[in-house]
C-alpha cells in the first residue's frame, strides 16, 4: 500500500459515496418542484457556471492537497477580467480589424497576470516559509486594490465580437464552450496528478512534507508550481467571466468565488491537513454546489441566507472527515 493511500481518512470515501447521491436527490426534487429546473436554458446556465468554479476549484485544490490555501482567487478572476479588458482595447487600438491577434494578446495578458500572482504566493511560501494563509489574504487584498485602481470600479468594454459572442456565448454541440474547456483542465489535471511524478510529489509534500524531503523532493519547487497553477486557472474563469458578460469587471470573483472554490475541494474530499483528493471529486462537487445554488435561486430564498447553507455544508464534509479519521484504526 502505498503512502498516500495508507493516510486517507475514511470520511474521504463517505464523502466521495455520498455526493453523487446527494446531487442525484436534488435534481430528482428540483425537477418535481420547479419546473423550470430543467428547462434547456436553465440547464445550460448550471453547465456555465459549474464549468467556471470547477477550474477556480481544480487549482485550489492543487494547493490545499499541498498543505496549502490560496485565499486570493476571487481577487485574481476579477484581475484577470480588467487585464484582460483593458489589454484588448489597447490591442485594437494598434491592430485595428486583426480580431484573432487582439485576442490573443488579451488573454495572454490575463493568464500572465494570475501567472505573477500565483508565482509571487508561492515564493512567499517556499522561500520566505510564510503561512500560504496570511500570504494569500495579503496578496487577495492587493490584488483587489490594483482591480479597482485600473478601472475605477467602472466596467471595462472595448473587446472584439469574435470574443465576447463567438466565444464567451457561442455553442458547440449544444454546449457552451467553458464546458468543454473545463472538461479539457480537469482530464489534464487527472493525467498530472496520477501520471505524473509532480502529481505524486504533491501528494506526498501535502501529506509528510519532511518524509518527502528526505526522499530528495524538491518542496520549494512544487509548491511554487501548485500556487502558480492556481492562478492560471483562476484567471482563465476570469477570461471566461468577461468574454459571457462582455466586458472586464473588477467585482468578479470576489469572496465568493473563493469561498465556493474551498468548499467544492473539501466537500469533493481534498483534506484540509493535506496529502489527500481527487480532482475529478472536486469537479463533481463544483457541479453539486452550483445546481444547489440554482435551486436556491429558484426556491426564492433569501440570496443573503444562501451563504448559510455552503456554510453548513463545509462544516458537515470537515466533520465527516474528522469522524471518518478517528474511527480509522491505528497501525
Same mark, same amino acid.
Given at each position: 500500500?502505498?503512502?498516500?493511500?495508507?493516510?486517507?481518512?475514511?470520511?474521504?470515501?463517505?464523502?466521495?459515496?455520498?455526493?453523487?447521491?446527494?446531487?442525484?436527490?436534488? $435534481?430528482? +426534487?428540483?425537477?418535481?418542484?420547479?419546473?423550470?429546473?430543467?428547462?434547456?436554458?436553465?440547464? #445550460?446556465?448550471?453547465?456555465?457556471?459549474?464549468?467556471?468554479?470547477?477550474? &477556480?476549484?481544480?487549482?485550489?485544490?492543487?494547493?490545499?492537497?499541498?498543505?496549502?490555501?490560496?485565499?486570493?482567487?476571487?481577487?485574481?478572476? +476579477?484581475?484577470?477580467? $480588467?487585464?484582460?479588458?483593458?489589454?484588448?482595447?489597447?490591442?485594437?487600438?494598434?491592430?485595428? %480589424?486583426?480580431?484573432?491577434?487582439?485576442?490573443?494578446?488579451?488573454?495572454?495578458?490575463?493568464?500572465?497576470?494570475?501567472?505573477?500572482?500565483?508565482? &509571487?504566493?508561492? #515564493?512567499?511560501?517556499?522561500?520566505?516559509? $510564510?503561512?500560504?494563509?496570511?500570504?494569500?489574504?495579503?496578496?487577495?487584498?492587493?490584488? +483587489?486594490?490594483?482591480?479597482?485602481?485600473?478601472?475605477?470600479?467602472?466596467?471595462?468594454?472595448?473587446?472584439?465580437?469574435?470574443?465576447?459572442? %463567438?466565444?464567451?456565448?457561442?455553442? +458547440?454541440?449544444?454546449?457552451?464552450?467553458?464546458?468543454?474547456?473545463?472538461?479539457?483542465?480537469?482530464?489534464?489535471?487527472?493525467?498530472?496528478?496520477?501520471?505524473? #511524478?509532480?502529481?505524486?510529489?504533491?501528494?506526498?509534500?501535502?501529506?509528510?512534507?519532511?518524509?518527502?524531503?528526505?526522499?530528495?523532493?524538491?518542496?520549494?519547487?512544487?509548491? &511554487?508550481?501548485?500556487?502558480?497553477?492556481?492562478?492560471?486557472?483562476?484567471?482563465?474563469?476570469?477570461?471566461?467571466?468577461?468574454?459571457?458578460?462582455?466586458?472586464?469587471?473588477?467585482?468578479?470573483?470576489?469572496?465568493?468565488?473563493?469561498?465556493?472554490?474551498?468548499?467544492?475541494?473539501?466537500?469533493?474530499?481534498?483534506?484540509?491537513?493535506?496529502?489527500?483528493?481527487?480532482?475529478?471529486?472536486?469537479?463533481?462537487?463544483?457541479?453539486?454546489?452550483?445546481?444547489?445554488?440554482?435551486?436556491?435561486?429558484?426556491?426564492?430564498?433569501?440570496?443573503?441566507?444562501?451563504?448559510?447553507?455552503?456554510?453548513?455544508?463545509?462544516?458537515?464534509?470537515?466533520?465527516?472527515?474528522?469522524?471518518?479519521?478517528?474511527?480509522?484504526?491505528?497501525?
Amino acid at each position: 500500500m502505498s503512502a498516500i493511500a495508507a493516510r486517507r481518512p475514511g470520511g474521504l470515501t463517505l464523502r466521495i459515496g455520498m455526493l453523487p447521491i446527494a446531487l442525484l436527490l436534488l $435534481v430528482v +426534487a428540483m425537477s418535481l418542484v420547479s419546473p423550470q429546473f430543467y428547462g434547456p436554458a436553465n440547464v #445550460l446556465n448550471i453547465l456555465r457556471n459549474a464549468s467556471f468554479l470547477t477550474i &477556480v476549484a481544480l487549482g485550489q485544490a492543487i494547493v490545499i492537497i499541498a498543505g496549502g490555501f490560496d485565499l486570493s482567487v476571487g481577487a485574481v478572476v +476579477a484581475l484577470a477580467s $480588467v487585464v484582460t479588458a483593458k489589454v484588448m482595447g489597447w490591442a485594437a487600438g494598434i491592430l485595428p %480589424g486583426n480580431d484573432a491577434a487582439i485576442i490573443a494578446i488579451g488573454v495572454a495578458a490575463g493568464l500572465g497576470s494570475g501567472l505573477v500572482v500565483g508565482l &509571487v504566493n508561492g #515564493l512567499c511560501v517556499s522561500r520566505l516559509k $510564510v503561512s500560504g494563509f496570511v500570504v494569500t489574504l495579503g496578496t487577495m487584498s492587493a490584488t +483587489a486594490g490594483v482591480g479597482l485602481m485600473i478601472t475605477s470600479g467602472i466596467p471595462v468594454y472595448g473587446m472584439p465580437d469574435g470574443f465576447v459572442k %463567438g466565444f464567451g456565448r457561442g455553442q +458547440a454541440f449544444g454546449l457552451p464552450y467553458a464546458v468543454f474547456i473545463a472538461l479539457a483542465v480537469l482530464l489534464v489535471m487527472v493525467f498530472v496528478q496520477r501520471r505524473t #511524478l509532480f502529481g505524486r510529489y504533491v501528494h506526498a509534500i501535502g501529506g509528510n512534507p519532511d518524509a518527502a524531503v528526505v526522499s530528495g523532493v524538491s518542496i520549494g519547487r512544487h509548491v &511554487v508550481g501548485t500556487y502558480a497553477l492556481s492562478g492560471v486557472f483562476a484567471a482563465g474563469a476570469g477570461i471566461l467571466y468577461t468574454a459571457l458578460v462582455g466586458s472586464g469587471q473588477a467585482s468578479f470573483g470576489g469572496d465568493r468565488m473563493m469561498l465556493q472554490s474551498i468548499a467544492a475541494a473539501v466537500i469533493g474530499g481534498v483534506s484540509l491537513r493535506g496529502g489527500v483528493g481527487r480532482v475529478e471529486i472536486v469537479a463533481l462537487s463544483a457541479l453539486f454546489l452550483t445546481t444547489l445554488g440554482n435551486a436556491l435561486n429558484l426556491l426564492h430564498v433569501d440570496a443573503r441566507l444562501q451563504p448559510v447553507f455552503l456554510g453548513l455544508i463545509m462544516v458537515a464534509a470537515v466533520a465527516v472527515e474528522e469522524l471518518g479519521r478517528r474511527r480509522k484504526p491505528r497501525v
